[in-house]
């Protein structure tokens, strides 16, 4: 009888087969997944992050990377990897001119630190990948593609992705570039509405924002071609990659688009030891202020300067905060790396990723505090009024 029910066991071991696996679970998002895998998911151990690192140890687990591959939106294996904060570095020293030799001149000086930068950098890890819409002549783009090397370069002892993407489009190709942007980014502006209306002086781009993954796309109008307000595009929209990695540019409005300017224009305004590009941009960006702003500026009026920076220093992205501080943030921008240097200015991008607020790490960065800076920055603008003429 025992023998008889031992088979009986065996028998229902190997026919009755055991339950089902449950299938892996699916996430909407990363924070969703996130909330459950605070590391991520890796389809395997020897998954490599391709983004910016170092990152914390995913959980490997195949099943669960499959069922979410949607999510791992630079396609290196490793799904909503987390970012491990590095180590604060150690302030650098000043190499400009300190906020006390401020004066009119002191452009040149910035504009020498850029170079410097620059010419120290290097590009030789980067892939740079083109993609080029249909209707855009790729011959078009010579002097962005040198742009961006210079760019690269420029921030590469900070922030040196494995891979950047570039994504050129004309006013003909705002459909395709609207479906590129949807599929890569998980974003679809209305690009086609932007085409029609700047027609051939078509210049819209963004910066992805997210972190992760560095891509932007540009769109290069028919009417554009090497103009320096053009070419500065690219470099501009690096910068912003730079500073999307540390999260700044969700936060803060002058200090995001007025860096990004100032070093775009910097880059993109090649060969101006006389400052007449220069110039010509700030004159341009000027109109950016609106006529009354302007005026007021123009006149020397200081309490305005002062007032718009403290209204743009935080990130209510208004459509008058971004246009502004293409004049005024960019500005400041100037002060800072003509009195601190490249590399202070790369510093204190970097701390914006603590959980402190602008002030804070603006004093650390610059021994400084904002409103007093803000009466520089007004000093400086005052001592220009050609910029006006």
């Known amino acids: 009888m025992k023998k008889m029910l031992a088979v009986a066991v065996l028998f229902s071991l190997i026919f009755s087969g055991s ?8 996430f909407a998002n990363c924070s969703a997944l996130l909330k459950k895998y605070p590391n991520g998911i890796a389809m395997s151990a020897k998954s490599t992050n391709k983004g910016n690192g170092p990152v914390a140890k995913p959980r490997v687990d195949a099943g669960l990377y499959n069922a979410n591959k949607k999510l791992d939106t630079d396609k290196d294996g490793i799904l909503c990897e987390k970012v491990v904060k590095a180590a604060a570095p150690s302030q650098s020293e000043v190499t400009g001119a300190g906020l006390d030799g401020i004066n009119k001149e002191s452009w040149k000086i910035a504009q020498a630190a850029v170079l410097k930068a620059v010419a120290s950098g ?14 855009l002549d790729s011959a078009r783009l010579a002097s962005r593609k040198t742009a961006l090397d210079s760019a690269y370069k420029l921030w590469s002892k900070w922030f040196a992705p494995a891979t950047v993407e570039a994504i050129y489009w004309s006013e003909n190709d705002a459909a395709w570039a609207e479906e590129k942007l949807a599929t890569g980014w998980n974003y679809r502006p209305n690009l086609q509405a932007i085409a029609a209306a700047e027609k051939g002086n078509c210049g819209s781009a963004g910066a992805n924002g997210d972190g992760r993954s560095a891509s932007f796309h540009e769109c290069v109008g028919s009417n554009l071609e090497n103009i320096p307000s053009s070419v500065q595009t690219t470099p501009h929209e690096y910068t912003h990659l730079f500073q999307n990695r540390y999260g700044g540019c969700a936060l803060y409005d002058w200090y995001c688009e007025g860096g990004a300017a100032y070093f775009g224009s910097t880059l993109g305004n090649v060969n101006d030891t006389s400052g007449a590009k220069r110039l010509a941009q700030l004159r341009l960006w000027s109109n950016n202020l609106g006529e009354a702003n302007k005026a007021s500026i123009a006149a020397g009026d200081k309490q305005t300067v002062i007032r718009l920076l403290t209204e743009w220093q935080g990130g209510s992205h208004t459509r ?23 590399e202070r200015w790369a510093e ?22 904002t409103q007093t800076f803000y009466k520089i920055v007004a000093d400086y603008v005052a001592e220009q009024p050609e910029i006006f003429r």
């Open 348 to 369: 204190f991008t970097m701390s914006l990723a603590g959980p402190s607020d602008f002030d804070y790490y603006f004093k650390r960065s610059f021994g400084i505090e």
């Open 19 to 26: 339950p089902a696996l449950a299938a892996p679970a699916k």
């Open 320 to 342: 008058d905060a971004i246009a502004g501080s293409y004049f005024l943030g960019n500005l400041a921008t100037e002060v800072l790396v003509a009195a601190f240097g490249v």
């Open 122 to 135: 290097t590009s030789s890890q980067a892939n740079f990948s083109f993609v080029v819409g249909p209707k």
